[in-house]
């Protein structure tokens, strides 16, 4: 597993760097988010860790611009902003998960391992899924409805793409917390909620047959 970390406080970076070498796995550091878009944009990782308050370009307009470029790279924010609404800015900017400071590094390393798996499990997808005149490109991240592009969020994207490769299969708020989000989610709020209304509005509202479908429940299931 690769990790990029970028953080702009060095004690903290390079006590997360010695406890990730400790585990066997590779990490790249970045001091402020200009380095670590670079990074971002011209090397591979597993999972992307980023602190919010960087010089140049904060965590948020970086995990905006990573989601854009590749909206299955899985990101953590790093940040001492610990209420609601700041987490909901964060998971709107995208990211997979939100960490509070301060921390314990073996809870950090069971997020990073569980956005690794999460990222594991969309591996081998087929490059075209469809679902009626419903049609994900997997490769170019594009979605057509009835041969109509649809713009998503990443947030949106990451959503649809795991209901449409659960196609058929109802999936819970708690499936959709550790797959889209990530394991620790915390499910007593709307979130999750919120995002299928976003997704329903714009796969949904000016097509027919109703694709997105709510199980009273149970969840949501994707069915032509």
Known sequence: MKILLVEDEVSLASFIRKGVESEG?????AY???VGQSLADNKTYDVIVLDVNLPHINGFDLCRHIKRETPRQSVMLLTALDSLPDKESGFGAGADDYLVKPFEFRELMLRIKALARRNSDFSGLKTVLRVADLELNTEAHS???????IDLTAREYA?????????????SRVDIAEKVWDLHFDTSTNVIDVYINYLRKKIDKDYSPKLLHTIIGMGYVLRG
Not at 25 to 29: G, M, Q, T, V, W
Not at 143 to 149: D, I, N, S, T, W
Request: hydrophobic share 45%; glycine share 10%.
């Open 159 to 171: 959503l649809l793409e795991y209901l449409m490769v659960n196609q058929g299969r109802t999936v």
């Open 25 to 29: 796995y590779e990490i790249d550091l």
């Open 143 to 149: 979605v057509f409805r009835a041969g109509q592009r």
């Open 32 to 34: 402020d988010g200009l």
